[in-house]
């Protein structure tokens, strides 16, 4: 009961959360809790039931900071305010740090991009009188 107390709720958000295996949690545990036992609490604890339900609710949300940044995107081109712009860059920097998202040209071919090119947001500078 003592190893369930201590190491249970770390296994279970490294198993649901982190999506590790278990011979990989026994090893970040120091083998202080077998394979089976962590089987045993995956089991009772429906761990691959609530791996699912955190997969698709962070798709879900992944989703969301998309569809977002195509917004403030297209209302950046179309208005060009330095509010709209500053929406469009949070967006953007929300998309990026969520999951490692490439925007930036250099980290892109050219069929992955699909946001602003370089000339509109040069054009954009120019409209704004950034330049």
Avoid: F
Wanted: proline share 2%.
């Amino acid at each position: 009961m003592a190893k369930l107390a201590i190491y249970n709720d770390e296994a279970k958000r490294l198993y649901v959360q982190e999506g590790l295996s278990l011979d990989a949690i026994v090893g970040i545990l120091g083998g202080k809790v077998s394979r089976k036992t962590l089987y045993n609490w995956k089991i009772a604890g429906q761990w691959d039931e609530k791996r699912r339900e955190y997969l698709n609710q962070t798709k879900d949300m992944y989703e969301e900071i998309i569809e977002i940044a195509r917004l403030t995107i297209k209302e950046a081109k179309a208005n060009p305010t330095p509010h709209n712009i500053y929406a469009m860059s949070k967006a953007i920097a929300a998309l990026k740090q969520y999951q490692g998202v490439k925007v930036l040209e250099d980290e892109t071919t050219p069929k992955e991009r699909k946001g602003l090119t370089e000339d509109a947001v040069k054009e954009i500078e120019t409209e704004l009188g950034l330049l």
